[in-house]
């Protein structure tokens, strides 16, 4: 009889890839990144290379105040829009009328702590299944409502089979892929009019990165081609 010794290391590898496709797989998503072992670490998604004159215009929601002006404002134009749990238990009627008028809807994420993967996803399952009751399909946008997420956090969405979404710095100076973060209804239509004499147009982040053509992976996107 033969025998087969497994490090430690290994072990612990395996046992994370097996964990992520099983996660992916209860989510309804599919495991679009894989674990890298160098030690350069984890970033968001900001923008794609894209070939498309796009931008992408993004949302966080927390209260109910400004929901309809900005539905009224983006009439023309595609959005994304980043759900807090608070608005999501309060306002689901409010969340379904903003997908249904075509907007892309995403998981606006509250906490500031470093979390595990198991933890995480006891968070997002949650999340990401009261969202498909309220919309009727699965998300698979998430954003930190923290700066200073730390790579870990990013690696385990990534390893989740997720997009982790952030914006460029600065919505002033902005380009063709750029995902940028719409703070308050007076900038943003001086930003869409901006927007519309660069020569570019609005798609929302999931077009953005996957219907442009690019896959995702632990470092961010790339072009298939």
């Known amino acids: ?95 379904k009328e903003i997908s249904e008028n075509g907007y892309s809807i995403g998981i606006l994420l509250d906490s500031k702590e470093s979390c595990s993967k198991n933890e995480l996803y006891d968070i997002l399952s949650v999340r990401i299944e009261r969202m498909a009751r309220i919309i009727g399909r699965n998300v698979d946008l998430v954003r930190f409502n923290a700066e200073n997420c730390d790579s870990s956090m990013i690696k385990n969405i990534y390893a989740l089979g997720l997009f982790p979404i952030q914006w460029k710095d600065s919505a002033d100076d902005f380009s063709n892929g750029d995902i940028l973060l719409i703070t308050d209804l007076s900038s943003s239509e001086m930003l869409m009019k901006k927007t519309a004499a660069e020569g570019l147009t609005t798609a929302t982040v999931n077009e953005i990165i996957i219907k442009s053509g690019f896959k995702v992976d632990c470092n961010g996107t790339q072009s298939i081609e």
Do not use: H, W
Not at 8 to 35: D, P, Q, Y
Not at 38 to 67: H, K, M
Not at 72 to 79: L, S, T
């Open 1 to 95: 009889m033969r025998c087969i010794i497994l490090r430690k290391r290994r072990i612990v590898t395996l046992f994370n890839i097996i964990i992520a496709v099983i996660v992916a797989v209860s989510l309804g998503i599919t495991v679009i990144a894989v674990e890298r072992s160098d030690s350069q670490g984890f970033s968001p998604i900001r923008r794609v290379d894209s070939e498309n004159e796009v931008v992408a215009l993004t949302v966080n929601v927390y209260e109910n105040d400004d929901i309809d002006d900005y539905i009224r404002v983006f009439k023309n134009e595609k959005a994304t829009f980043f759900i807090s749990e608070y608005f999501q238990e309060t306002y689901p009627e409010k969340v």
